[in-house]
């Protein structure tokens, strides 16, 4: 049976505030039975905390309502994210006063306060689970929807993978990333390469070694066919490989939870082609489409990539002398990386089934 994914548009008929997000998502709360769930327990609320100048995380608005709804129906919630002391989450509103929650690292003041999941995925070992995360009792994944350099889109999975894990882990997330090799012994640095790449996603070092940004890198492949001594090759490592790393730690994550204890909300406004890590905005892809909810992960990243759709670009959301890709998701053209295949490495974990019923919530 299809999983249900609850969503509210943008759509109004009357200048009211019960028409517009915050109202609609609190209705889609009173309906997902999430109320019943969340009596006297501890609940983490995972999200994005942005950093420097960035603006279009999630509006306090939104998460000050969460906070309330939980503490009505009896649960004692807080805010979290990683490194959250040195990213001032109070220069974007959050603090606890604004959002009736304390906002706290997810690995305790210091950052160090963590529990260590063994795991095994070609270079990926070790999943540090934030030590407040872990003994919460209850998890809600409220996530910001945009894109991401390494995977295409950031959303639910990403929202935990990331964000829910020690440097380690996320650094050896990052490691499963490739898909080019350079020869130093081959190269003659004439940089056709450099002038290839419209991504700014290759460079030579002061040391002349040649690196790749794969979180620019569309893997179009432009620098390696105009390489003139073949010095730039493929390897068979992929953003796929990154994709099933975020998976994995995803699974390892939810798997400190009680069953029926994760809720998934993804908000699917000011939809940028980066991640809030970067620390900036840039104009939206897309205009604002709404909110969904869900128990299911894998349902709702579908649902929400169904909705981010090509014909509604925003060509200002793109930089300047970028070329798009001419096929897939909008996502894809823009990064050259499937978002849809990393609904198949959750199910086959175990983490939902992607086929969905969208159900309206006014
Ligand atoms: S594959 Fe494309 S995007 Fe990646 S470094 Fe080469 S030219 Fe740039
Ligand atoms: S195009 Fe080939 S030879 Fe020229 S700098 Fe790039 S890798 Fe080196």
């Known amino acids: 049976m299809a999983n249900k ?22 209705r889609q709360l009173l309906a997902s039975g999430l109320g019943d769930r969340v009596k006297d327990k501890t609940v983490a609320i995972k999200v994005h905390v942005g950093s420097e100048v960035g603006y279009t995380t999630i509006p306090p608005v939104f998460m000050r309502l969460l906070a309330q709804f939980v503490k009505d129906h009896g649960g004692n919630c807080f805010f979290t994210d990683h490194y959250v002391a040195m990213r001032h989450p109070e220069h974007r509103g959050y603090t606890q006063e604004s959002l009736g929650a304390p906002v706290l690292d997810v690995a305790g003041y210091l950052g160090k306060y963590l529990y260590t999941k063994e795991v095994h995925l070609k270079s990926f070992r070790h999943v540090d689970i934030g030590g407040l995360i872990h003994d919460a009792d209850f998890l809600i994944d409220f996530s910001h929807v945009k894109g991401h350099g390494c995977c295409a889109y950031g959303g639910a999975v990403k929202n935990i993978a990331m964000g829910c894990v020690s440097d380690r882990t996320r650094r050896e997330q990052h490691g499963l990333e490739g898909g080019l090799k350079w020869d130093g012994e081959k190269c003659t640095h004439c940089e056709q390469c450099i002038a290839a790449c419209n991504h700014k996603a290759n460079s030579f070092t002061k040391e002349g070694e040649y690196t790749i940004n794969f979180h620019n890198c569309t893997l179009c492949q432009h620098c390696l066919k105009v390489c003139p001594v073949g010095a730039i090759t ?16 995803t699974k390892t994550v939810l798997d400190t939870f009680e069953p029926g204890n994760v809720f998934f909300i993804n908000l699917l406004i000011s939809i940028t082609a980066m991640c809030d890590c970067w620390g900036m905005t840039t104009p939206a892809l897309v205009p604002d489409i709404g909110v969904m909810s869900s128990w299911d992960i894998a349902a709702i990243e579908k649902a929400s990539l169904d909705q981010i759709t090509w014909e509604k670009l925003n060509p200002e959301g793109i930089p300047v002398g970028i070329t798009l890709g001419n096929k897939g998701h909008l996502f894809e053209r823009l990064h050259g990386k499937d978002p849809y295949s990393q609904l198949g490495f959750l199910e086959e974990l175990g983490l939902g089934k992607a086929d969905y019923t969208l159900e309206m919530v006014k």
């Open 5 to 26: 994914v609850l969503f509210s548009n943008m759509a109004f008929t009357a200048y009211e505030a019960e028409q517009t997000l915050p109202r609609k998502l609190e």
């Open 234 to 249: 493929k390897t068979d490592a992929s953003y796929l490989d990154f994709q099933k790393g975020l998976a994995l730690c």
